[in-house]
C-alpha cells in the first residue's frame, strides 16, 4: 500500500521557520514528480512547489518564490519542504503529494496520484 506522511508543521510566528518531510511508502518516487499543495480554511487547495525526479528542475507559486525551497532525498523517498519567512497567510493544511508515472505538470492537482493526510501549518501574529 503506497502512502505518503508528512511531517513537521506547527504553530510558529511570523517570520519563524519550518521545515515540512514527506515520506513515501510502499513504492519508490524516485522517477516521479513530487510536489507540495496547501489548503486554507474555506479556500481552495492551491499549489505550493514541485521538483522533478532529478531534483534539477522546480516549481514555486508566485506567493512562496523567494521563502519556501523544495528538495528531496531519492535515497530516502522523502520530499521537504523549507518554509522560511513564514507570513500568516502561509496558515494551511499542507499536503505532499506523488504522480504515479512520468511527466510534468506541476501545478495540476489531477496530475498526481497520491496524497498524503496532511500536516497542519499556522503562522501566527
Known amino acids: 500500500q503506497v502512502q505518503l506522511a508528512e511531517s513537521g508543521g506547527g504553530l510558529v510566528q511570523v517570520g519563524d521557520s519550518l521545515r515540512l518531510s514527506c515520506a513515501a511508502s510502499?513504492?519508490?518516487?524516485?522517477?516521479?514528480?513530487m510536489g507540495w499543495f496547501r489548503q486554507a480554511p474555506g479556500k481552495e487547495r492551491e499549489f505550493v512547489a514541485a521538483?522533478?525526479?532529478?531534483?534539477?528542475?522546480?516549481d514555486y507559486a508566485d506567493s512562496v518564490k523567494g521563502r519556501f525551497t523544495i528538495s528531496r532525498d531519492n535515497a530516502k523517498n522523502t520530499v521537504y519542504l523549507q518554509m522560511n519567512s513564514l507570513k500568516s497567510e502561509d496558515t494551511a493544511v499542507y499536503y505532499c503529494?506523488?504522480?504515479?508515472?512520468?511527466?510534468?505538470?506541476?501545478?495540476?492537482?489531477?496530475?498526481?496520484?497520491?496524497w498524503g493526510q496532511g500536516t497542519q501549518v499556522t503562522v501566527s501574529s
Open positions: 503529494a506523488a504522480r504515479g508515472s512520468a511527466g510534468w505538470s506541476p501545478r495540476i492537482g489531477s496530475a498526481y496520484d497520491y
Open positions: 510502499g513504492r519508490t518516487f524516485s522517477r516521479s514528480t
Open positions: 521538483i522533478s525526479w532529478s531534483g534539477s528542475v522546480t
